[in-house]
C-alpha cells in the first residue's frame, strides 16, 4: 500500500461488506445500513454515496481554502505542484485496484473505467443519486435490486472516494508547498486567515446545498447523515460524557484513524518534510468545521463550544475533539446560523 490502509482505506472494508449483505440478500442492511457486532457502523448505499459526495465538495473547498488565505491561487497551474499531485493521486488509485480486487468489490479493471469516464464530480449527479433513491426503495419493495442499479452505486462510490482523495492529496502537496517554499508559519497564516471563513462557507455548502441536493433536507435525515456517515471513512468512538460544575456537560468524540492526516503524513514524507509538519493545514479546519456543524445542530436551549485536544493531524495521536454545552437561552445562535448558512428568513 502507498498510502496507510487504517486511516485511508476505511472505504474498502464498507463496499466488501456491502457485497456480503448482498450475497446474503440482506438488501435493506446493504441500502440503510446496520450496526456492526465490533461497535463499528456500516452506514449503508444511500449514506455512503451521499457523505462521500460531501466530503468532495469539503476537499475542494480546503484546498481553495487555503490558497487564498496566502493569496497563491496561481499555483493551480504551477507545473512542479501539478506534477506532483499526479504522482502522489495515481498512487492511490493504484491502491484502490490492489484493494478492489483483494475484497472482490468490483473487478480490478473497473478502476481504469472509472479513470477514463473521468474522476470529477459529474454536473448531474444529484438527479442520478435521486434516480437511484427512487429506484432502491422500489427494489426493497420488490425483494431484488437490478444489477444494473447495485453497480451504480458501487460506480457511484468508487468515483468519489477517489476524487475526493484527489483534492485532499492537492490540498496536501499545496500545504507542502508552502512550508518549503515559505516557511511552517505561512500555513499558520494561510490557515488562520481563512479559518472563519471556511467554518461558514462549509457549512453552506453541506447544509444548504450538497446534502439537500442529495436527498438529505429535513434535520432528522441531516443528523442521520452527521452521526453515521463518518463510519465510511472513520473508526470512531463516543468518549465518556462527564458533568462539571454548573450543568457544564462534555462529551469527547474518539477518532482513531484520519484520511486527512494519512494522506498528509505521505505527502510530507515524500516532500521529505517531518510527518506532522502539515498537520495545522487539516487539523484548525476540523476544529472549525465541527464547531459550525454543533451552533447548527444544538438545540436552543445550550451553548455549545467545541475544541480539538489533540489529532493525529498535529500530535500523531488519536484525534480527540470535546462539545461542551451548558444550559443558555440561545435562540441568538440559531438565528445567526440561519442567516450566515440558509439566510435571512424574510
Known sequence: MNYDEFHNHKWARNLKHARKLLSENNLPAFYH?????????????RLMAAYWISVEHE???RKASLLTGVDRRQWDSDAHILNQVEIFFNRYVDDMRELVARNQIVPAER????????????????????????????A??????????????????????????????????????????????ALVKAVDETAESFMWDVSKEFFATVLPAAGFEDIGDLMELGMRGMYADQWFLRGE????????????????????????????????????????????????????????????????????????????KECIFELTTVPA???????????KVFGAVE
Not at 450496526?35 to 449503508?44: F, H, K, M, R
Not at 453497480?151 to 508547498?177: K, M, Q, T
Not at 476540523?286 to 455549545?304: D, N, R
Not at 437561552?329 to 442567516?339: A, G, K, S, T, Y
Open 140 to 185: 426493497l419493495e420488490g425483494g431484488s435490486f437490478p444489477v444494473a442499479l447495485i453497480e451504480n452505486w458501487f460506480n457511484a462510490c468508487l468515483r468519489a472516494v477517489a476524487n475526493y482523495n484527489r483534492y485532499l492529496i492537492w490540498g496536501g502537496v499545496n500545504a507542502a508547498a508552502l512550508v518549503r517554499r515559505e516557511g511552517p508559519g
Open 33 to 45: 445500513g446496520e450496526d456492526l457486532p465490533d461497535g463499528d457502523v456500516y452506514p449503508g448505499m
Open 329 to 339: 437561552d440561545d435562540m441568538e445562535r440559531i438565528l445567526m446560523v440561519q442567516e
Open 111 to 138: 478502476i481504469d473505467a472509472l479513470a477514463a469516464a473521468g474522476w470529477e464530480t459529474p454536473a448531474d449527479w444529484a438527479e442520478k443519486m435521486h434516480t437511484w433513491q427512487e429506484q432502491s426503495l422500489a
Open 241 to 316: 460524557e462527564r458533568e462539571e460544575a454548573g450543568e457544564k456537560i462534555i462529551r469527547p468524540s474518539i477518532l482513531k484513524n484520519c484520511e486527512l492526516a494519512g494522506i498528509y503524513y505521505r505527502v510530507a514524507e515524500w516532500n521529505d518534510l517531518p510527518k506532522a509538519a502539515l498537520g495545522y493545514g487539516i487539523c484548525r479546519y476540523c476544529e472549525v468545521h465541527g464547531l459550525a456543524t454543533m451552533m447548527i445542530t444544538m438545540p436552543p436551549m445550550v451553548s455549545p463550544a467545541y475544541q480539538r485536544i489533540q489529532s493525529l493531524g498535529m500530535d500523531e
Open 59 to 61: 476537499m475542494k473547498l
